[in-house]
């Protein structure tokens, strides 16, 4: 089914019945991706008194405690709250779901002091003058293993202060990431990149999201997609999520 999206004086036409799921599945164990020391998802069912919430354990249905952490388990969609002094949350900020994306692909450049980043130039490089207003952002390498990596002290690629300054100058306002922060891992809480971002406190955007931990499979092309956020109706600054794109044919 191919259908036409009108958006900002440009038709986009793509097949809704073909998704590319860019989000990493929430499971238990310790083969699950996650960051930030956090411990794998848990998934326990009910008990009360004999009454338990597992068919297999003789429960007349599965009904079951999940006990995780949105920015440590899996993909996730972040809001400003995430930085903020203020109670602001995804739900309040995401009002809109669909959006018109650039997927690029970079490899992380070395600094002097070993870290590998994303940087302005790159950036401009890879979007050609396109001003995008969601970016999908897809580092090499990009293995298999990406999807169970435990980033926990392993100072993990993230993007330069310079780089996102760049994406806010274009207009960008939905930025996903394959990596656990835009930020480096031990960085002294500064979480320039975040800042950058969000311009918070001085012109705070509510309206903007970060997305983290995607996995943007290696036969899905470099270009242009149309991006759908999808995220639980959480009242916190993330939330568990399910980025899907669509190609625009």
Not at 166 to 191: A, Q
Request: glycine share 6%.
């Amino acid at each position: 089914m191919i259908a036409s999206i009108f958006h900002r004086g440009k038709e986009y036409k793509t097949d809704f019945f073909h998704p590319i799921d860019i989000s990493l599945p929430l499971h238990s164990g310790a083969d699950c991706v996650s960051a930030w020391y956090v411990k794998p998802m848990q998934i326990e069912p009910v008990r009360m008194g004999d009454w338990v919430g597992d068919v297999n354990q003789g429960g007349s249905v599965n009904f079951r405690n999940v006990t995780f952490n949105p920015h440590g388990n899996g993909t996730h969609t972040e809001c400003v709250g995430h930085i903020s002094k203020e109670f602001i949350t995804i739900n309040q900020c995401l009002k809109r779901f669909v959006f018109i994306a650039e997927l690029v692909t970079i490899l992380p450049e070395q600094l002097e002091n070993g870290d590998f980043v994303v940087s302005k130039k790159q950036l401009e490089v890879a979007l050609e003058n396109s001003k995008p207003e969601a970016i999908v952002i897809r580092t090499l390498t990009n293995g298999p293993a990406k999807m169970k990596m435990q980033y926990s002290n392993t100072n993990p690629p993230y993007i330069t202060a310079e780089a996102m300054q760049y994406l806010n100058n274009i207009g960008v306002e939905h930025l996903l990431f394959d990596m656990p922060s835009v930020d480096k891992e031990v960085d002294g809480g500064t979480l320039a990149a975040h800042h950058i971002f969000w311009q918070y406190p001085q012109n705070t955007q509510l309206q903007k999201t970060i997305t983290e931990m995607i996995y943007v499979p290696n036969d899905v092309f470099d270009g242009t997609y149309i991006l759908n956020i999808q995220i639980a109706s959480f009242e916190n600054d993330a939330s568990p999520s399910k980025p899907v794109l669509y190609k625009v044919v």
